[in-house]
């Protein structure tokens, strides 16, 4: 890896912090040549601190180490992105990232799909809400319909129409993120069995 730590005349480089899992940036930091020699040789992350003038292991003192996964240098030669899996809180407030968000997974639009499938169920009447006039039929109309729009993923699949059965797989999903739902759960506790299993 040919990093240029002499490019902004300071010896350092800036340092993305990345969660290997989750995805989700937890902080930004600061290495110059030693720290990233030492983060290769003890596997947590080291950076060089600019108010402490020294090396600095995150979790040195707090016990939160960044354990690293891998780094990947930028196009430009002068950027890292350093992936890690996090021994607990990121930022010396004790939230999640420096940036006080939780590191939890996000699958984009379907995390976004299942807060609307919640709040829907928690504050829609049946007659303004058809995900609402599932939850009021209960978990077994609720089921049915999950086994229903998987019968029709199967026969679409059978067929060459790439449109129905695109249509009919994401209406299994949507219906299914209503059963887990019901059920008390989201997505997420599914990707964790299956994390397990790997």
């Known amino acids: 890896m040919n990093i240029d730590f002499n490019k902004n005349n300071d010896g350092l480089v800036p340092a993305v912090i990345q969660d290997a899992k989750t995805l989700k940036v937890l902080m930004l930091g600061y290495m110059n040549e030693e720290a990233f020699l030492k983060t290769n040789e003890t596997k947590k992350v080291t950076f060089y601190s600019r108010t402490k003038k020294r090396l600095w292991t995150k979790g040195e003192e707090s016990g939160n180490f960044l354990q690293l996964v891998d780094i990947k240098l930028d196009c430009d030669n002068d950027t890292l992105l350093i992936h890690v899996n996090p021994v607990g809180p990121v930022c010396h407030k004790g939230d999640d990232t420096c940036w006080e968000e939780e590191n939890k997974q996000d699958y984009g639009f379907i995390s976004e799909l299942e807060q ?73 506790d599914i990707a964790k069995v299956l994390e397990n299993r790997n």
């Open 116 to 188: 609307i499938i919640e709040n829907r169920k928690n504050q829609s009447t049946p007659d303004d809400s058809y995900v609402a006039s599932l939850f009021a039929k209960g978990i077994n109309k609720i089921a049915q319909k999950v086994g229903e729009e998987a019968v029709e993923v199967v026969i679409e699949a059978k067929d060459d129409n790439e449109d129905l059965f695109l249509n009919e797989s994401a209406d299994l999903l949507f219906h299914y993120l209503i059963l887990l739902s019901a059920k008390g759960y989201k997505l997420n």
